[in-house]
């Protein structure tokens, strides 16, 4: 299985970016999507969730700014961020974990860097 992410960059404050994490090797509908991302110093924290019928949940953090989705036909996860802060920036991480096995893989990072 393979996640592969794109999407991050340099943006000023109040400003959006879309991420996305396509993946391979496993029947994508079939796996509960999440975005985290870890700043330096930092512990990794959950952003966002996405089950398979389609439930979302949020860090508090960016609740009302940031939004998951997902395309089953694309095999693809997306994170629209609106609204960024600095306090934002960190390397954003796609995860999956299958709804029966519970097996999980992380993709290799996209860094989102917020300032002006």
């Known amino acids: 299985v393979q996640l592969v992410e794109s999407g991050g960059g340099l943006v000023q404050p109040g400003g959006s970016l879309r991420l996305s994490c396509v993946v391979s090797?496993?029947?994508?509908?079939?796996?509960?999507m999440a975005w985290y991302r870890q700043a330096p110093g930092k512990q990794r924290e959950l952003v966002a969730a996405?089950?398979?019928?389609?439930?979302?949940n949020y860090a508090d953090s960016v609740k009302g700014r940031f939004t998951i989705s997902r395309d089953n036909a694309k095999n693809t996860v997306y994170l629209q961020m609106n609204s960024l802060k600095p306090e934002d920036t960190a390397v954003y991480y796609c995860s999956r974990t299958h709804k029966w096995t519970k097996e999980n893989t992380w993709g290799q990072g996209t860094q989102v860097t917020v300032s002006s």
């Open positions: 996405i089950t398979t019928s389609g439930s979302t």
């Open positions: 090797g496993t029947i994508f509908s079939n796996n509960i």
